[in-house]
């Protein structure tokens, strides 16, 4: 049974950090990243890693930093110089290969406050 399991959300302060993480289990993933949605608008990727190679959202480009420990299958975000508008639930996702089923984490509230 696959499951991922985030912690690390919370409140901040504008210009804070945090790092979320991400545990998965029953599987290994070459495809894990991070999307967030905020009130009222679409999930959107943030980032994702896949073979060693890692994408980015612009908006959060020089300010998030994506890993991840293969023998913990487990990913990391390194939230950076938080802006009230990262406020968020972050989602966990992950992918045996391109294309394949999306597993979902059960959500970890990120509030950034200015």
């Known amino acids: 049974q696959v499951q991922l399991v985030e912690s690390g959300g919370g409140l901040v302060q504008a210009g804070g950090s945090l790092r979320l993480s991400c545990a998965a289990s029953g599987r290994t993933f070459s495809i894990m990243g991070w999307y967030r949605q905020a009130p009222g608008k679409q999930r959107e990727l943030v980032a994702i890693?896949?073979?060693?190679?890692?994408n980015y959202a612009d908006s959060v480009k020089g300010r998030f930093t994506i890993s991840r420990d293969n023998a913990k299958n487990t990913v990391f975000l390194q939230m950076n110089s938080l802006k009230p508008e990262d406020t968020a639930v972050y989602y966990c996702n992950a992918q045996l290969y391109l294309g394949a089923q999306a597993y979902w984490g059960q959500g970890t509230q990120v509030t950034v406050s200015s």
């Open positions: 890693t896949r073979g060693g190679s890692t």
